[in-house]
């Protein structure tokens, strides 16, 4: 598999990074630790989550190995322009990671915890849980009593995370 098959699918990633990041700063700042669904983790370990492995991911691909200690930088978060600024920051990193991959590095398998797998699989991955992640941060913000962004509304995101015009 080639870079460029996948260059579509990590546009996408930076769209939808664009509304992840509008649910977070739309949680209210005192509610970062709260577990407004039972038996779910806080809207901080969440967005922690599910923007580390993002990060972590995108570089293991260039590294060949998945290692990322979860907890550590959970605990650095204290607010929520912590928050913010953690997932902008773990975006930017996973964004050059990706600018830097390689053909080569794409099909190489990249060593995690769960097994290992394709280069390629492991973005695909990405994907994945981002989405399902950022589905569960629509149902806290509800629960909190905030409405989330409409899904699909890339154009009130920040102008670097708006969709590409087209020729």
Known sequence: MKKTSLDKVWDMVR??????????QALPADQLDAHPIRDMRTPKELVVHMYGFLRVA???VLSGTLVWDEKAELAKV?????LIAFANN????ANAAYAKLTDAQIAAMVKAPWGEMPGHAM????????????GQLYAYLRQLGVKPPESWD???SAPELQPTQHA
């Open 15 to 24: 769209l939808r990074h664009g509304i992840g990041l509008r649910c977070i």
């Open 58 to 60: 995108a570089e293991s």
């Open 78 to 82: 204290k607010t929520r322009d912590d």
């Open 90 to 93: 773990c975006w930017k990193t």
């Open 123 to 134: 973005i695909s991955t990405i994907t994945d849980e981002f989405l399902h992640h950022r």
């Open 154 to 156: 890339f154009e009130h």
